[in-house]
T-cell receptor, first 112, second 112 residues
Framework: ETGVTQSPTHLIKTRGQQVTLRCSSQSGHNTVSWYQQALGQGPQFIFQYYREEENGRGNFPPRFSGLQFPNYSSELNVNALELDDSALYLC???????????FGSGTRLTVV | QKEVEQDPGPLSVPEGAIVSLNCTYSNSAFQYFMWYRQYSRKGPELLMYTYSSGNKEDGRFTAQVDKSSKYISLFIRDSQPSDSATYLCAMSVEVYGNKLVFGAGTILRVKS
């Protein structure tokens, strides 16, 4: 399997709810990063996981959390959703901690 | 002030034109520079990457970095309608860094 796949592609949630987004890394890639891209903006770094450990975090509150599994797939969890959490959530994987990231097509989250 | 500034456009050019896309940045510690292309409803795709100052050419694309001016550019020669997309500059502090800092993206439209 090649490429980074994310699910679901679209999601609508109500303010205050919780959401889990999923990412399957490109084959052989052991590093995964999550980014939030608001409409008309560039992606913002949320955090990165390397070999199942968090390895760097951006300026996002603790209600944004993640996991990486032994097969290097990953989840992004967001609790207590706010309207401003509406965005495209991108997963990117790489081999090691190099900058050659491969991005998935993202999950479009709408909070109403 | 944002760490990375990028003119959002849109930039509209006729087919065959030379396109110049630019970013400025404030963090002098950045040493690894990238350009990504993002089509609508897709994740970013890595086009070019350069380390420190200098030029790099790949087909119709040329990336330039001027660290003394904190200014990077992407030139597209013989632009095609298929080049119509959002172009994002990104940079990081470490060569094997875990956090990419993106510009807001420039929307490019190439008219046939």
């Amino acid at each position: 399997e090649t490429g980074v796949t994310q699910s679901p592609t679209h999601l609508i949630k109500t303010r205050g709810q919780q959401v889990t987004l999923r990412c399957s890394s490109q084959s052989g890639h052991n590093t995964v990063s999550w980014y939030q891209q608001a409409l008309g903006q560039g992606p913002q770094f949320i955090f990165q996981y390397y070999r199942e450990e968090e390895n760097g975090r951006g300026n996002f509150p603790p209600r944004f959390s993640g996991l990486q599994f032994p097969n290097y797939s990953s989840e992004l969890n967001v609790n207590a959703l706010e309207l401003d959490d509406s965005a495209l959530y991108l997963c990117a994987s790489s081999l090691g901690q190099a900058n050659g990231y491969t991005f998935g097509s993202g999950t479009r989250l709408t909070v109403v | 002030q944002k760490e990375v500034e990028q003119d959002p456009g849109p930039l509209s050019v006729p087919e065959g034109a030379i396109v110049s896309l630019n970013c400025t940045y404030s963090n002098s510690a950045f040493q690894y520079f990238m350009w990504y292309r993002q089509y609508s409803r897709k994740g970013p795709e890595l086009l070019m990457y350069t380390y420190s100052s200098g030029n790099k050419e790949d087909g119709r694309f040329t990336a330039q970095v001027d660290k003394s001016s904190k200014y990077i550019s992407l030139f597209i020669r013989d632009s095609q309608p298929s080049d119509s997309a959002t172009y994002l500059c990104a940079m990081s502090v470490e060569v094997y860094g875990n956090k990419l800092v993106f510009g807001a993206g420039t929307i490019l439209r190439v008219k046939s």
